[in-house]
């Protein structure tokens, strides 16, 4: 098992930034990928951007390319997720989830490649 907890979010102007983090505990040796997704009211869960433990390659939602950046500290298993430029669209709860397979097509965007998620954290940007 793979615990998550996300933490970071809250309410922020447009044009501002937000640092979320999610710490990883348990059998996170068993972990291949991390990745965030984003869930607003009425809408489906989305992939935002998602990473590897191993080598660092990263990828991003075409929405949040050039604003959001993943990254990953492997000795405290923990993920971030800097979000700058922040729109009122990006307001979601964010989820941080963990898989245990290696794609090398990189499918890392689709929902069924993660085994374990977080509950998520709100993030808020106001006009």
């Known amino acids: 098992q793979v615990q998550l907890v996300e933490s970071g979010g809250g309410l922020v102007q447009a044009g501002g930034s937000l640092r979320l983090s999610c710490a990883a505990s348990?059998?996170?040796?068993?972990?291949?990928?991390m990745g965030w997704f984003r869930q607003a009211p009425g809408k489906e869960r989305e992939f935002v951007a998602a990473i590897r433990w191993s080598g660092g390659d990263t990828y991003y939602a075409d929405s949040v390319k050039g604003r959001f950046t993943i990254s990953r500290d492997n000795a405290k298993t923990t993920v971030y997720l800097q979000m700058n430029s922040l729109k009122p669209e990006d307001t979601a709860v964010y989820y941080c989830?963990?898989?245990?397979?290696?794609?090398?097509?990189?499918?890392?965007?689709?929902?069924?490649?993660?085994?374990?998620w977080g509950r998520g954290t709100q993030v808020t940007v106001s006009t």
């Open positions: 989830a963990a898989g245990s397979g290696y794609y090398p097509g990189g499918y890392y965007y689709m929902r069924n490649t993660y085994n374990y």
């Open positions: 348990g059998r996170t040796f068993s972990s291949d990928h």
